[in-house]
């Protein structure tokens, strides 16, 4: 459910957000620093990512690579007051990942069947047992995309509680136990820190 302001939902807009804060390179021959600077964090990022997968596999580039900056940027203005975090919604999170699970199985099961049907058995299994564990990889790879959306989705929204959760104490004791009030404020401090890093990592 995403709330609304002015009867707009505010996923929509917060999910439209992003491109507009990407500046676009200009027509001169030398960038300002700012898209230097972009440009610069974009390559870096694609060449980490790319580094151990095969040459087949860099045609991928480009879609990881806007998913992974597109999914950042919301996870760090959802940290920003009043704002409004569409990652911490389990469909968005099951939208963008089961088309590109799906695709990475078709994908698998073209190209290299049975290095792909290989992984549903592990080497060296017993003979009674591998009926049994065919069934259990085949249903842990059907809802791999279901955990993973259920997990981002859980550490996301579990840190933005905190924050609420710890801010509002903070605000309620100001008056009554002001130092206390100052240390739970510390703390809210740096768990908005590791929130940072964590809206970092989930991306």
Known sequence: ?????????????????????????????????????????????????????????????????????FLITLNMLGLLPYTFTPTTQLSVNLGLATPLWLATVIIGMRNQPTHALGHLLPEGTPGPLIPVLIIIETISLFIRPLALGVRLTANLTAGHLLIQLIATASFVLSSLMPAVALSITVVLLLLTLLEVAVAMIQA
């Open 1 to 69: 459910w995403s709330p609304l302001f002015l009867g707009i939902p505010l996923a929509a807009v917060a999910i439209a957000l992003p491109w507009i804060l990407f500046p676009a390179p200009s027509a001169r021959w030398t960038n300002n620093r700012l898209i230097n600077l972009q440009n610069w964090f974009i390559h870096r990022f694609t060449q980490q990512l790319l580094l151990p997968v095969n040459l087949g596999g860099h045609k991928w580039a480009a879609l990881l690579t806007s998913l992974m900056l």
